[in-house]
């Protein structure tokens, strides 16, 4: 461990002397695969050792979604937990109150999400300080991580965590790379590019798949990707998770200030203690999680609106629901009628499994079922900005009927 810290150290501070420009980006990719093989092997180190998150970390993974409260230690995160869930988590005037995950529930428009309380990170947890590498394992497994910050010194604890995050593999409100990549027996390295590239080259692109040692490969490069981009890729261990960061003790700061704070992108200021703004910050959860409610019907009968299915944006095929209610549901599958809840008097029918169910946020579907088999298909979603125009219509002519 002390030796692959050390040599990490060493290639980080070689990258901070390194100028960066055209003549030294084939040396800085390489420095930056060869990192990313290290901080691997922290991550997972050789021989097995580790076994798991480690006791009091092992939380079983409940509800619809699953949310982590990261932070340093004494910024709230064990109130915010109090106070939104109504579990008591061990609050005090002393850093390192919790020392293990404290899970809580809350039920928001239907959907039931799981909330963590991880136990406060330092500065190179991602390299076994603390328990710094059993927190972020955790919160890996989340859905939405919420950064608690103190509002009184933000930017510097901010740039720290993502840090952390970054260092064990996790990207912070981004996509994966736009990079094709597969592996072949023999060829070469053969790089194709459909668009001009700043940063990568034949060359460079070579040395950092050598470093690998992959000499036969075909790499397809569909943006403008750094090596940073292509590094990701071949690890093929990176997670993507929506973050919201949570500036916490607004209590204590001016409203010019708290203006300020507002234009922040991905930001929502409250207050724990007096649980100030807490609507704004459950909407914008809300938002982040891309969930979708489905509501059932059974035939002849009243939509049912108490308890709906909640699955998330990437997977709401017929399937998918099927598969939530029950695995058997699939096998007596015929059809589905859906329609919006302000429309029962137009359903659309389909006998297609993967078929996709979203159209509207609120949905109704009833089944009927029979050994017939059944059809598949690939009929995509309506697309984001059909769903947004809609939206706009329909609060505009919520403003008419007020005026």
Same mark, same amino acid.
């Given at each position: ?5 050390a040599?990490?150290?060493e ?21 930056k695969?060869?990192?990313a093989?290290l ?28 949310i ?10 064990s ?5 939104l869930?109504g579990?008591?988590?061990e609050?005090?005037?002393y ?15 239907g ?5 963590l ?21 955790v919160?890996?497994t989340?859905?939405l991580i ?19 995050l970054e ?31 700043s940063?990568l080259?034949t ?32 690890e093929?261990?990176?997670?993507y ?8 003790k ?11 704070i ?7 200021? #409250?207050?724990a203690?007096?649980?100030?703004? *807490? $609507?704004? =910050? ?8 891309k969930? !979708? /409610?489905?509501?059932t019907k ?13 699955l998330p ?8 629901f ?12 015929k ?12 359903p659309?029918?389909?006998s #297609? ?6 159209? *509207? $946020?609120? =949905? ?6 029979t050994?017939?088999p !059944? /059809?598949w298909?690939?009929v995509r ?8 125009l ?14």
């Amino acid at each position: 461990m002390s030796g692959t810290l050390a040599k990490i150290a060493e290639i980080e501070a070689e990258m901070a002397r390194t100028q960066k420009n055209k003549a030294t980006a084939h040396h800085l990719g390489l420095l930056k695969a060869r990192l990313a093989k290290l901080r691997r092997e922290l991550i997972t180190p050789k021989g097995g050792g580790g076994g798991g998150p480690g006791e009091g970390f092992d939380v079983a993974k409940t509800g619809d979604a699953r949310i982590g409260f990261v932070g340093f230690p004494s910024v709230g995160k064990s109130t915010l937990l109090s106070n939104l869930a109504g579990v008591y988590s061990e609050v005090a005037a002393y850093e390192f109150t919790t020392l293990t995950t404290v899970p809580g529930v809350i039920r928001y428009k239907g959907a039931k999400i799981q909330l963590l309380d991880l136990p406060g990170i330092i500065e190179g947890a991602k390299d076994g300080k603390g328990r710094g590498r059993q927190v972020i394992a955790v919160a890996r497994t989340c859905n939405l991580i919420l950064i608690v910050l103190d509002v009184l010194k933000p930017l510097g604890h901010k740039k720290i965590i993502e840090n952390e995050l970054e260092g064990f593999g996790i990207r912070l409100n981004s996509k994966p790379p736009n990079i094709g990549f597969k592996k072949k027996d023999k060829g070469g390295i053969n790089l194709t590019a459909t668009c001009p590239q700043s940063e990568l080259d034949t060359e460079t692109v070579k040395s950092i798949l050598a470093e690998y040692k992959i000499h036969n490969a075909d790499v397809t490069l569909r943006s403008d990707a750094t090596a940073d981009d292509l590094i990701d890729v071949v690890e093929g261990n990176r997670v993507y998770i929506p973050c919201i960061y949570v500036l916490n003790k607004i209590d204590q700061i001016s409203i010019e200030e708290l203006d300020i704070i507002y234009k922040v992108p991905h930001c929502v200021p #409250i207050s724990a203690h007096h649980r100030w703004n *807490f $609507d704004d =910050l459950l909407e914008k959860i809300w938002d982040y999680l891309k969930l !979708v /409610r489905i509501y059932t019907k059974p035939k002849g009968q009243l939509p049912d609106y108490t308890s709906p299915v909640v699955l998330p944006y990437c997977k709401t095929t017929v399937e998918d629901f099927c598969m939530k209610i029950h695995k058997n549901l699939i096998k007596d599958f015929k059809y589905s009628a859906r329609c919006s809840k302000m429309d029962h008097c137009h359903p659309v029918c389909t006998s #297609i499994l993967d078929d996709f169910i979203l159209c *509207f $946020d609120l =949905l109704v579907l009833w089944f009927t079922q029979t050994t017939h088999p !059944v /059809r598949w298909s690939g009929v995509r979603l309506l697309n984001t900005t059909l769903k947004k125009l809609v939206k706009t219509i329909l609060l505009k002519m919520r403003m008419l009927f007020r005026l």
